[in-house]
């Protein structure tokens, strides 16, 4: 009787946890369907990683939160035997967890509780060097590569240690902050950017002289004077499958924070991701390729772009785009370069991203959208709405496949596979209160920047709009309002259709015409005066470029 009886509450048990295990999963999951609802573009069924119902605890394994004590063994070992029973949660409990790289396995969720705090070792000899093609790279803080069901969860803390690892810019900081900077041990060299040391400093001249050897001649030891100069990122998973991110915080990394690479099926959502503002290369989340990526309810801070998108050649996919079907929803980004950006490797493509819903607060500029010659691809059906955005430094949209090219951009070149081409952008319920200049796009003469929809936009900024090298843009109900000087300045630009557009400088200086490429503007439902008298026509550009009609 006693064995049934304890077999009974054992069975009644193991159904309240299956109860309670699928319940959580339709949660998760009508949660994330939440988000992919009334999308403009197909997207597949996606579902949250399910892990078997076994867990292991890192103190199991002789792990020591006090801080002083290296827990790279335990990490490791707990991971390796829950995936070899089959996968499940490896706990992290609250502590201080001082450790050297986590590297995971299929079927595993690293879960940190919250008053966890994961802190990755300062001494770089930590961190190996690791194949990375015909060179070599440092294993970052946490990784995986060709995984399954993978997933970081709960209400910890992951500190990369970055300061140790970054350069810092001397004008990004206090005069106290550079004082104690050179004081630990910094080396600055010619261009005021301060290095943790004379390794790090010297450790891209280093690389270039490798970069002249034959590369198959060459092991790790020729790359070891390199590695404090070959910052990793803080997590970068590698041509993973079912994918999670959800919960903790990511900090003080070394370089990028967040840095997938060709993840297929990647849920990122209810993260915190924080670099200082002037965190060198600190970008905040960057997918480096990949196919059906959802990211929502996240928070960044970055010392460089916030939520990126780049993509390089691949033959994973075929012939479509390294990165594909991307929606991202209802985030705030901090002090970053951009708060989303595209860019600016752009050249294995993109198709079918959606972003709605997102704030972008102090950022250098709102929407960034780079790219230049040599590194540009098909970037396509983009798809941008309901932003609201306060005290952008520069622009609060900018388009520019031009980006850090030293060719002059008046020049024509021939159109490669390499060549940027930025089509198919539709930007709808787009604010901002504070810029220094709203719109800017600047596209090149053998291949403009083209197919770009502003629908109901209102920008407040020091100055307004302005095209060079872009076609077949249409303005609908859109509101540009600067400080001063013209609204519109339109150079090498054609075939515009501006609607029921509004300015508090109507009647003063509008629109600047400049180029004798510049022609069909057309502008709709605006109380401009027809003898043109606040336009200006410049370099060529005739009076006939603009056709004004109510």
């Known amino acids: 009787m006693r064995n049934k009886y304890y077999q009974s509450r054992i069975a009644v048990a193991f159904l309240i946890l299956l109860s309670l295990s699928i319940t959580s999963f339709a949660q998760n999951n009508g949660d994330l369907r939440e988000h992919l609802r009334d999308l403009p573009f197909a997207m597949p069924e996606m579902n949250v990683p399910v892990f078997p119902n076994r867990s292991v605890n890192i103190k199991d394994f002789g792990a020591v939160g006090d801080g002083q004590t290296m827990n790279s063994d335990a990490f490791k070992k707990a991971i390796e035997q829950c995936a070899s029973l089959g996968g499940g949660t490896v706990i992290v409990p609250p502590g201080l967890w001082l450790t050297g790289p986590i590297l995971f396995k299929s079927n595993i969720n690293l ?11 300062r001494n770089h000899s930590d961190y190996p060097l690791v194949k990375d093609g015909k060179s070599f790279s440092v294993t970052p803080p946490i990784s995986g590569y060709d995984l399954e069901n993978i997933a970081i969860t709960g209400d910890g803390i992951f500190d990369g240690s970055g300061d140790t690892w970054r350069p ?16 630990s041990g910094g080396v600055v060299d010619k261009n005021n950017l301060c290095w943790p040391n004379q390794e790090a400093m010297d450790g891209e001249m280093y690389l270039k002289g490798l970069n002249k050897k034959d590369k198959s001649t060459l092991s790790e030891q020729d790359f070891i004077l390199a590695r404090e100069f070959l910052r990793p990122y803080l997590l970068m998973f590698a041509n993973c499958k079912n994918v999670l991110l959800d919960g903790p915080t990511f900090q003080n990394s070394p370089k990028f924070v967040i840095n997938p690479h060709f993840c297929d099926n990647m849920i990122i959502r209810n993260i915190k991701v924080l670099n200082e503002w002037w965190a060198q290369n600190g970008d905040g989340i960057d997918i480096s390729g990949g196919k059906n990526i959802v990211i929502y309810n996240c928070t960044v801070n970055a010392g460089d772009d916030g939520i990126c998108m780049k ?18 929803s209802d985030c705030v980004v901090y002090h970053a370069h951009g708060g989303f950006v595209i860019g600016s490797n752009t050249d294995g493509g993109m198709n079918n991203i959606s972003v709605s819903n997102c704030n972008f607060i102090s950022t250098d500029v709102g929407l960034r959208f780079k790219s230049s010659r040599g590194r540009g691809g098909l970037v396509e059906n983009i798809y941008v709405k309901d932003i609201f955005m306060k005290d952008i430094a520069r622009e609060a949209i900018l388009f520019d496949t031009y980006y850090e090219n030293k060719s002059p951009a008046n020049i024509n070149q021939e159109v490669n596979e390499t060549t940027p081409r930025f089509q198919k952008f539709f930007l709808q319920n787009i604010y901002c209160n504070g810029a220094a200049q709203a719109i800017e796009m600047t596209g090149l003469p053998e291949m403009p920047i083209q197919d770009i929809d502003f629908n109901n936009v209102t920008i407040s900024a020091q100055s307004g709009f302005s095209s060079m090298e872009a076609k077949n843009i249409r303005l609908n109900k859109v509101s540009i309002l600067p400080e001063k000087g013209v609204v519109y300045s339109l150079e090498n630009s054609k075939d515009f259709l501006m609607k029921d557009l509004a300015s508090p400088t109507l009647q003063k200086s509008f629109m600047t015409l400049k180029g004798t490429t510049t022609k069909n503007i057309q502008i709709q439902g605006t109380s401009l005066p027809k003898d043109k008298s606040n336009f200006t026509f410049e370099q060529g550009a005739e009076k006939s470029a603009v056709i004004v009609t109510k």
């Open 111 to 121: 879960h940190l509780e919250k008053g966890a705090l994961v802190l990755f070792s």
């Open 168 to 183: 810092v810019k001397k004008d990004k900081t206090t005069e106290d902050q550079w004082k104690k900077l050179i004081a």
């Open 311 to 328: 993509s390089s050649r691949t033959k994973k996919y075929g012939n479509g785009a390294a990165l594909q079907n991307v929606v991202i």
